[in-house]
C-alpha cells in the first residue's frame, strides 16, 4: 500500500503561480509511475501531467502543456506539480495518483491504484 497526501493548494489570481506536493509513504515510492489529476465541480476527473519513475521522462495535457510542470524528488518520497500562468480555468481539486500501470500512457483514472485525499486551488479573475 502507498499512502500520499497532497499539500499546497490555496487561493492565487490569474497569472500567479502554486506548487503543489504529494508526499508518499509505504512501499517503494521511487518505483512508481506518478500522475496529477483535477476534477472542477459538476466535471469529470481530468489527467494533468505523469512523470516516469526516474523522473527523466514528463507527459502532459495540452491544456497545462508549457505552463506546468510535474517533478519528483525520490529522496524525499515526493511528488511536485509546479504551476505558472494560473487561469481561472485551472480551478479545481488536484490529486495526486501512484502506479500507473501503463506507465507514461496513464491517463486515465483507472491507470492509477493509488490516490491522494486532494488539495483545492482557486485562480480567481
Known amino acids: 500500500q502507498v499512502q500520499l497526501v497532497e499539500s499546497g493548494g490555496g487561493l492565487v489570481q490569474a497569472g500567479g503561480s502554486l506548487r503543489l506536493s504529494c508526499a508518499a509513504s509505504?512501499?517503494?515510492?521511487?518505483?512508481?509511475?506518478m500522475g496529477w489529476f483535477r476534477q472542477a465541480p459538476g466535471k469529470e476527473r481530468e489527467f494533468v501531467a505523469t512523470i516516469s519513475w526516474s523522473g527523466g521522462r514528463t507527459y502532459y495535457a495540452d491544456s497545462v502543456k508549457g505552463r506546468f510542470t510535474i517533478s519528483r524528488d525520490n529522496a524525499k518520497n515526493t511528488l511536485y506539480l509546479q504551476m505558472n500562468s494560473l487561469k481561472p480555468e485551472d480551478t479545481a481539486v488536484y490529486y495526486c495518483?501512484?502506479?500507473?500501470?501503463?506507465?507514461?500512457?496513464?491517463?486515465?483514472?483507472?491507470?492509477?491504484?493509488?490516490w491522494g485525499q486532494g488539495t483545492q486551488v482557486t485562480v480567481s479573475s
Open positions: 495518483a501512484g502506479d500507473g500501470l501503463r506507465g507514461l500512457s496513464s491517463i486515465t483514472t483507472t491507470d492509477y491504484n493509488y
Open positions: 509505504g512501499r517503494t515510492f521511487s518505483g512508481y509511475v
